[in-house]
Each structure stands twice: as structure tokens, then as C-alpha cells.
């Protein structure tokens, strides 16, 4: 019965002090910011948590310029908070 305890305690430390991330996950699932004007997905992005950086600047005549292409990583990919997120935009060809 003791020893029983004492293995209960001793799991409880790990569980809640050593490993806490277990217990309280930071990574959070990434918006979809694409189609997104980039002044919207920016915003998006930080209000979420992330860092934004500008890619490329991809010439596309079938968006409006200043539209979001391509993001990484992609949307529902889970990330910490604080994590890069990087955003290409349309520019006209």
C-alpha cells in the first residue's frame, strides 16, 4: 500500500511539474489566411498568436493583387504560439 502511494505521488511530480506542456498544450492549429487580402491575413495571423513574414510576391492575374496565394505552414497545421507563419501574395503579372 505504501509503495503503491509513493508511486502515485512520484507520477503526479513528473506528470505535473516536469512534463506540464502534457497538461497544457501551446500549439494551436493554423488559420486559413489564404484568399485573404494581406493586410486581413496579417491580422488574422497575429491575433491568433503568430509571427508573420512576407515570401514571395507572385505575379497571378486570376487574384487581385495583395491576395494571399500560399501560406506555411498550411492552415490546421498545429504550431506553438509565437511561431512563423509565411505568407505569399499576388502581385500583377
Known amino acids: 500500500m505504501v ?13 505535473l511539474f516536469i512534463l506540464p ?12 489566411v489564404v484568399g485573404m487580402l494581406d493586410t486581413d491575413a496579417r491580422s488574422t495571423l497575429s491575433e491568433s498568436g503568430f509571427v ?3 515570401g514571395e ?18 492552415a490546421t497545421t498545429r504550431k506553438p504560439k509565437g511561431s512563423t507563419v509565411t505568407i505569399d501574395v499576388a502581385v500583377e503579372p
Request: glycine share 4%; aromatic share 6%.
Open 3 to 15: 509503495a503503491a502511494s509513493g508511486f502515485v505521488i512520484g507520477y503526479l511530480i513528473v506528470y
Open 21 to 32: 506542456t502534457a497538461l497544457v498544450p501551446s500549439d494551436r492549429p493554423v488559420p486559413n
Open 52 to 54: 508573420v513574414q512576407l
Open 57 to 74: 510576391q507572385r505575379p497571378n492575374a486570376s487574384v487581385p493583387p495583395n491576395t494571399v496565394v500560399r501560406q506555411s505552414p498550411v
